[in-house]
């Protein structure tokens, strides 16, 4: 079991980019997907971003493509997500997430999560 550790939000003006961190401790990250949610103030937590165990596949909600990038860093224990060209509608609370099989865009496939980090993008 690995537990993550969210980090790299805060507040930017619309088009700005910001870079969110997810630090996972123990020694098996390497063997799980991993993935992003969000969940703005009112709504449901929602999919943005996952990545496979080795890296080589990604998926990407439609309302982030071409916009955000999620990778990861084996060797460092950590998954990225690095967002560009953002939106007032981007903000919300972001979680990461990671569960022990193939890629997954559902947030119940997930059974390990970390606290979350608030990004707020201003008009």
């Known amino acids: 079991q690995v537990q993550l550790v969210e980090s790299g939000g805060g507040l930017v003006q619309a088009g700005g980019s910001l870079r969110l961190s997810c630090a996972a401790s123990?020694?098996?990250?390497?063997?799980?997907?991993m993935g992003w949610f969000r969940q703005a103030p009112g709504k449901e937590r929602e999919f943005v971003a996952a990545?496979?165990?080795?890296?080589?596949?990604?998926t990407y909600a439609d309302s982030v493509k071409g916009r955000f990038t999620i990778s990861r860093d084996n060797a460092k224990s950590t998954a990225y997500l690095q967002m560009t060209s953002l939106k007032p509608e981007d903000t919300a609370v972001y979680y990461c997430?990671?569960?022990?099989?193939?890629?997954?865009?559902?947030?119940?496939?997930?059974?390990?999560w970390g606290q979350g980090t608030q990004v707020t993008v201003s008009s």
């Open positions: 997430a990671a569960r022990r099989v193939g890629i997954s865009e559902d947030q119940y496939d997930y059974n390990t």
């Open positions: 123990g020694r098996t990250f390497s063997s799980y997907a």
């Open positions: 990545i496979s165990w080795g890296g080589g596949r990604t």
